[in-house]
């Protein structure tokens, strides 16, 4: 029963959809270039953060040769906050592909948009249904809870046979209009059947043959496969000032958070004094210790444990670049591991 359960899924979901949909800044237009940013933007970020940004970058970066053309410092700053900064290097290096090989117009086909640089299986689905009504499903975690509650399908979810069998499926069911039916999908993994709540089955369009609600089970699934304890770090950071002026660093071209802006820090947790002895050794002479504060930050697999030292010195020096606050604001990058020491200058 539950392989043909799926035919009922656009008979319910394109009636609901066409009135239950949010209203969203990139659901305004099928441009290719809109819906690609929104979906890359999408990915591990709440829709209400991606809001503002989404409309941000569209104002600075308009159209795909813009953003091609795109100075790096300008689009980690348009990207400050939101994570994941190999998503918008990626986006220009897509970009720069749209522009040289395929004469600055967006692929149609769904391999050709598949090998584009950071854009896989679910975002190729999504760009070629959404924009061009093929027949590709957009295959995402909302996804993958929507169609293992209606087929009451205990298997986990992040198993990567179990999300290519719900591509084949669903690519059987697509209707004419593809691109409501992936974007219905989509409202509903995201609204009615969300994520870490409990699912609303009374005002889901598919309650009536949704196995896992007819079985009272929809509650207690997807099925995931337990997760790893994620590595913890100790990392001491140092935000030095001299005047008007704050020290930071670039991190290396490859790795985490690759080529971004951050606060010179090294490995452990050292106390004032200790960070004072360190300072010394980057040809600095610490002058006042200001403060300390304790912070987190939680990568995918890393968690750092993170010491802040605020600290004045005697003069700019060091392996190290000086910027004023205004242009830290304005020009500079922070990922929101350091910026989160940053947002804590004005208590110091």
């Known amino acids: 029963m539950s392989k043909d359960i799926l035919k009922n899924l656009p008979g319910a979901l394109l009636p609901w959809f066409a009135h239950a949909k949010r209203d969203l800044p990139w659901r305004q237009d099928k441009q290719p270039y809109h819906v690609w940013l929104s979906e890359i933007m999408l990915q591990q970020t709440r829709v209400e953060a991606v809001k503002s940004y989404y409309t941000r970058f569209l104002s600075a970066l308009p159209t795909v040769a813009d953003l091609a053309a795109a100075d790096d410092e300008l689009l980690h700053k348009l990207w400050e906050g939101l994570g994941y900064y190999s998503r ?21 086909s769904y391999d050709e948009i598949r090998a584009l640089p950071g854009i896989g299986t679910y975002t190729a689905g999504a760009i070629a249904s959404i924009c061009y009504d093929l027949p590709t499903p957009a295959v995402d975690g909302n996804v993958l809870r929507v169609i293992s509650r209606i087929c009451n399908d205990n298997t986990p979810i ?3 046979s179990y999300k290519t069998d719900v591509q084949q499926r669903l690519a059987e069911v697509y209707p004419g209009c593809a691109g409501d039916f992936t974007q219905a999908l989509m409202e509903l993994g995201a609204t009615v059947c969300g994520p870490n709540r409990a699912p609303q089955c009374e005002a889901c369009p598919c309650r009536d043959f949704c196995l896992g609600h007819i079985c009272g089970t929809a509650e207690q699934l997807p099925v995931k496969t337990p997760k790893k304890a994620k590595k913890q770090e100790e990392r001491t950071v140092f935000v030095l000032s001299c005047g008007d002026f704050y020290a930071l660093k670039k991190r290396p071209d490859t790795g985490l958070l690759a080529g971004l802006w951050e606060f010179p820090n090294v490995p452990g947790c050292l106390d004032m004094d ?40 005697s003069e700019k020096g060091g392996d190290l670049q000086w910027f004023t606050a205004e242009e830290i604001r304005r020009q500079t990058a922070l990922p929101t591991a350091f910026r989160q020491f940053w947002e804590e200058i004005d208590h110091v």
């Open 88 to 108: 918008v290097r990626n986006l220009k290096k897509a970009a720069q592909v749209i522009m040289d090989v395929h004469g600055g117009n967006f692929p149609q």
């Open 158 to 160: 992040d198993s990567n």
């Open 274 to 313: 200790a960070g004072m002895e360190a300072v010394k050794t980057w040809d600095l002479r610490p002058r006042q210790p200001l403060r300390q504060v304790e912070r987190q930050h939680i990568f995918t697999h890393i968690r750092w444990q993170m010491r802040g030292l605020y600290l004045e010195v």
